[in-house]
């Protein structure tokens, strides 16, 4: 993955920005330059790569934010904002010559309002910390990522984050009320509030999984739930992937939506039952776990009629849970399926395609064909409710060239998934990892509208630069219109 | 000399488009025209009518999506997805009668006809949402994908058909609202979910605003996950279509349960019993259910035949209704109902006067929300903001989005800002 050439007037400066920057945030620790002291923030979550930054600031107020920002705009200097550092798609990956903009220290939920059910909370509040600060009044933050102990809600913002009941409750981008943001400018726009529908254009719904290029969140207004009288989970086990995909597709058909869908294969079943002993059934190639929530006589009611459509779909192992520590336990093994598959590999990688459900059986076929062909293994971990696919490839990074071919066998695996019609990534974002496969599914004009989007928003492409876009082109050049003035004849078309 | 064009395809489209920019003519995008007079009053050069681009191109059932041509009437969807039980989940609103007053000339008609007015491609474009927004989202969040040509006169897309997507920005967000003005799109690709077997409502008789709203609170605060809160004031209650709601001879506030009917039976009287500590409760069953909350979406208590006041919605937190309705009320000849569990307030004033327009976005102002003047003839609209005006940091964002799809300004121009 190629970055940008770094800027060496950039690297030559670094004592005189970080300089400027420690006058800006004069706290101690709140610039940081020692190579030792940077080594923790040279990856992500996709730690394939790893570049140190120039480097890192920590502020801890919007106007240290707002003046970071102008200073860089000012002088040149590319910024890459970061929350806990968790993306899969290398969305907060340094650059060489750019300023890592560290938003760890907005750490504080700054206003919860039972009566128009939100929180008013800073971005770097973890999105857990949001349904602990709200959980002793019975209220929680429906988005719920696997890794939500940890992620911050900035991060979630920034790539529309999903988790396992997103089939029900929606992703972050439907849970979001406001934001206040600092543009690379140094404006402090806010759009939204405690309010429905942000007025204007809605430029709430755009930041948000906009990957950090189009500006810093400072301040995040999320709507809370009431959390769910009863909620209990069925374990299904299918001796076929195509009964177990034919399953999820009747219960939707039935009209039911689940809390949450999820299925696993026959490799990561097994990886998650080594490793947590959640009591999964072995025997069986596909697993999927159907959760509801609601009233009593609701879940009962339903949990009913998914049973009998599993019955019908060849299910050979059903369990409903008559225990809330026994729902845990069903969960267990699939929150725990990314580490359990790191315990049965060296190395793995998460695609994220989504697909429309009722290609799963083919895509698991073409997968198994797939794995043969690059002679790597691949567990598969999915959203089945809304079609997103999580295969992980296992591979050992030790092994020259292995990890070129898990990048080959994944790209593969993501034009499959636009190919029957889905999209390369459902919740992890573009970032790095996905960059250069944007033209499989978006053609140039299609690109070129985004970044002029981009440009609106920042116009000297300051703003986390090598993202996303594969290949990145000036503002101006993007701005202008090609008019053939006398070329373009009045249109032949239907008027009255 | 103006011109209407009525294109037969994207490729068309583009083409009028792409010649429109060159010659720096401005374009009006309309689908059937039924919203035409809501916004800022505008004088373009030619009008683009999209009539010509109008059926369904994809349902899917099991999949849970449908895609359609910009100007498939909201009709003909709502037939189709009704054969399949389904349904768009955000109840777009049909505003035809609302807007008849307004629209004299256009298509409106005082009488209710039964087809609902309005295209697909109209309700996304000015993301429209009907009373279930507070459980299940805007148009907006339906919407997953599009094709359009910009105003540049290129044909561009963005989102897809799956509901989990995050490659690229999600510019189906930015078309929703938009007016129009930034791009005419082609199809639009929308989420449909099961009709639910069960609807049940719970109702409160004779609160006033501040009891509305704090039953309202608490309902919502409840677990028995509410799909419509409104409270309507005992003059406009009593004119319901609804006999059980007019009958009621007072204020009426209403909780909407729906799922299975176990569940909506078991809802509905969870709520009526938390609703007795308010005062006497009552209830609607399936057909009068769905009759009173379309009702509430369609706005009817201010679209009777011959009602030609002044309508302002305001968005705005729903604990601040009370104080909202306070507020505005005492303008004279004001009346306001709430939905969205008074998020939304809907606010008529007596016809002929400014809208009294200083008043209503002092008030909104207190809160962190935004007023529309919704309905109001057009010299009023020439006259004083439409939308809520935008600070400048705001404005220029605004102005720079809108640059981005049409640089030089020939789709609605005006519509939204005067400077959009
Ligand atoms: C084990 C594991 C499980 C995961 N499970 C899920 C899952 O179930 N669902 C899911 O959707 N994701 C999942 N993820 C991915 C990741 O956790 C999410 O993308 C998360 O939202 C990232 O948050 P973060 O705070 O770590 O952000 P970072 O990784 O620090 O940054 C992510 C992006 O956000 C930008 N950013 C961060 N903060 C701000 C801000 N304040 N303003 C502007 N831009 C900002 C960065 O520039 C970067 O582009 C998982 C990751 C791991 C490691």
């Given amino acids: 993955m190629k970055m940008p050439e770094p800027d060496r007037e950039a690297l030559a400066k670094r004592e005189e920005i970080a300089a400027a920057l420690s006058k800006i945030v004069p706290a101690e620790g709140g610039v940081i330059v020692d190579e030792d002291e940077l080594r923790p923030y040279e990856s992500d979550g996709l730690t394939a790569y790893r570049q140190p930054p120039l480097v890192v600031v920590l502020p801890e107020t919007v106007e240290e934010v707002r003046q970071v920002l102008r200073y860089c705009h000012e002088n040149g200097i590319k910024v890459v904002p970061r929350g806990a550092g968790t993306s899969l798609s290398g969305g907060a990956l340094p650059l060489a010559d750019g300023v890592l903009l560290s938003m760890t220290k907005f750490n504080r939920i700054l206003e919860i309002d039972f009566d128009n059910r939100c929180v008013v909370t800073q971005p770097g509040v973890t999105n857990l910390g949001i349904t602990d600060a709200v959980q002793h009044k019975g209220f929680y933050y429906a988005p719920d990522p696997s890794s939500q102990i940890a992620c911050t809600i900035g991060g979630n913002i920034a790539e529309n984050s999903g988790g396992v009941h997103c089939l029900k409750y929606g992703l972050t981008t439907n849970n979001v009320l406001g934001v206040e943001l600092v543009t690379i400018e140094g404006e402090v726009v806010r759009f939204g509030g405690k309010h429905l529908d942000a007025g204007g254009y809605d430029m709430l719904g755009l930041l948000t999984g906009s990957e950090g290029l189009l500006g810093v969140v400072t301040e995040v207004t999320v709507r809370i739930l009431r959390s769910p009288e009863t909620v209990r989970a069925m374990l299904t086990g299918f001796p076929t992937s195509e009964q177990a995909g034919d399953c999820v597709a009747k219960v939707i058909g039935a009209g039911i939506i689940p809390a949450g869908m999820e299925m696993m294969d026959r490799l990561a079943t097994q990886a998650a039952e080594d490793f947590v002993h959640a009591g999964y059934p072995l025997d069986v190639e596909a697993l999927i776990i159907v959760e509801l929530d609601g009233p009593a006589v609701e879940v009962d009611h339903l949990i009913e009629r998914v049973a009998g459509i599993a019955r019908e779909c060849g299910a050979s192992t059903i369990r409903v849970s008559e225990t809330d520590a026994e729902r845990q336990a069903f969960w267990a093994g699939r929150k725990a399926a990314f580490p359990a598959v790191g315990r049965i590999s060296p190395d793995y990688y998460c695609m994220d395609g989504t697909i429309p459900r009722s290609r799963l059986p083919e895509v698991l076929s073409r997968l198994a064909e797939l794995s043969q062909k690059y002679e790597l293994r691949v567990a598969n971990v999915f959203h089945a409710g809304d079609g997103n696919l999580h295969p992980l490839i296992l591979y050992d990074a030790n092994i020259p060239g292995e990890l070129e071919k898990a990048e080959e066998f994944g790209a593969e695996i993501l034009k499959l998934c636009v190919e029957v019609g889905g999209v390369l990534t459902g919740e992890h974002g573009v970032g790095v990892e996905k960059r250069d496969l944007m033209p499989e599914m978006f053609s140039e004009d299609d690109l070129n509208q985004q970044m002029r989007v981009k440009c609106a928003f920042d116009p000297s492409s300051l703003l986390n630069p090598g993202k996303m876009f594969p290949v990145l082109h000036r503002c101006a050049e993007l701005g202008r219109v090609h008019v053939h003035r006398g070329e373009t004849r009045f249109p032949d078309i239907p008027r009255f | ?420």
Avoid at chain 2, 251 to 267: N, Q, W
């Fill in chain 2, 1 to 420: 000399m103006s011109e209407t064009f009525r294109p037969d395809n994207p490729d068309q489209l583009r083409d009028l488009l792409a010649w429109a920019t060159t010659e720096g003519k401005t374009v009006e995008i309309v689908g059937t025209g039924s919203k035409r007079a809501v916004g800022r009053p505008m004088a373009a050069d030619h009008v683009v009518e999209l009539g010509g681009m109008a059926g369904i191109t994809l349902y899917e059932p099991d999949e849970l999506v449908m895609t359609a041509s910009p100007a498939t009437p909201i009709a003909e969807i709502e037939a189709a997805l009704s054969e399949k039980n389904q349904q768009l989940e955000f109840e777009p609103p049909d505003y035809g009668p609302l807007l008849a007053s307004v629209n004299s000339g256009q298509g409106g008609s005082t009488a209710r006809s039964n087809a609902p007015t309005g295209t697909l491609g109209g309700v996304i474009s000015c993301n429209l949402s009907g009373p279930r927004r507070i459980k299940s989202g805007a148009a907006r969040d339906h919407f997953l994908g599009f094709h359009a040509v910009s105003g540049r006169g290129e044909i561009f897309k963005s989102g897809g058909r799956v509901v989990k997507n995050v490659t690229g920005y999600d510019l189906s967000k930015l078309m929703a609202g938009s007016w129009g003005t930034l791009a005419a799109m082609t199809d639009v690709t929308v989420k449909v979910l099961p009709v639910p077997e069960k609807t049940r409502t719970a109702l409160l008789v004779g609160a006033d605003s501040a009891q509305a709203a704090q039953a309202m609170i608490q309902a919502m605060q409840s677990p028995h996950e509410v799909s419509g809160a409104a409270w309507l004031p005992a003059p406009l209650a009593s004119a319901s279509g609804v006999d059980l709601v007019a009958g009621q001879k007072g204020a009426v506030t209403a909780l909407r349960v729906e799922g299975p009917g176990p569940s909506a039976e078991y809802r509905c009287n969870a709520l009526r019993e938390m609703l007795s500590a308010f005062g006497a409760t009552e209830e609607l069953h399936s057909v009068n259910s769905i009759a009173f909350w379309r009702e509430v979406r369609d706005v009817m208590p201010f679209a009777r035949p011959g009602d030609d006041r002044a309508v302002w919605k305001l968005s705005a937190p729903p604990a601040s209704a009370p104080q909202l309705v306070g507020e505005l009320t005492a303008i004279k000849g004001a009346e306001a109902f709430l939905d969205w569990s008074g998020g939304l307030v809907w606010l008529a004033l007596p016809a002929g006067t400014d809208a009294s327009h200083e008043a209503v976005r002092a008030a909104v102002d207190r809160t962190t929300g935004h007023a529309t003047l919704f309905r109001a003839p057009e010299e009023i609209r020439r006259t004083i903001p439409v939308f809520q005006p935008q600070p400048g940091a705001k404005t220029l964002l605004s102005q720079r989005v809108k640059a981005a799809f049409d640089p030089k300004g020939i789709l609605n121009p005006g519509r939204m800002y005067a400077d959009i």
